[in-house]
């Protein structure tokens, strides 16, 4: 099964070789048929420390590698 890859928005880099990534998406509310907005929060792992707050990035699901990390940083998004 291939691995899911979600982009985001760095919204923290206060850990160590750890970055938390905002990930928003979209649908339809199936009874009002009205757009809506959701946000998510993944802790990713970030070997270099190479990515700082506002980055545009996409994360890769992995092995876990923490307690909360089980995604990490492929690339940043343009």
């Known amino acids: ?12 880099d206060k850990g160590a070789k750890t ?3 905002r990930v928003e998406r979209t ?3 199936p009874l009002l048929r009205k757009t809506v907005r959701r946000t998510k929060r993944y802790h990713a792992h ?6 700082k ?8 699901e ?3 590698k923490s307690k909360l990390k089980r995604w990490e940083v492929v690339t ?3």
């Open 27 to 29: 649908f339809l509310h």
């Open 19 to 21: 970055i938390v990534v």
């Open 62 to 64: 992995c092995a876990p």
């Open 46 to 51: 970030d070997e270099a420390n190479a990515y």
């Open 53 to 60: 707050v506002g980055d545009q990035v996409q994360i890769q």
């Open 1 to 12: 099964m291939p691995k899911r890859i979600l982009q985001g928005v760095v919204v923290s």
């Open 76 to 78: 940043v998004a343009a």
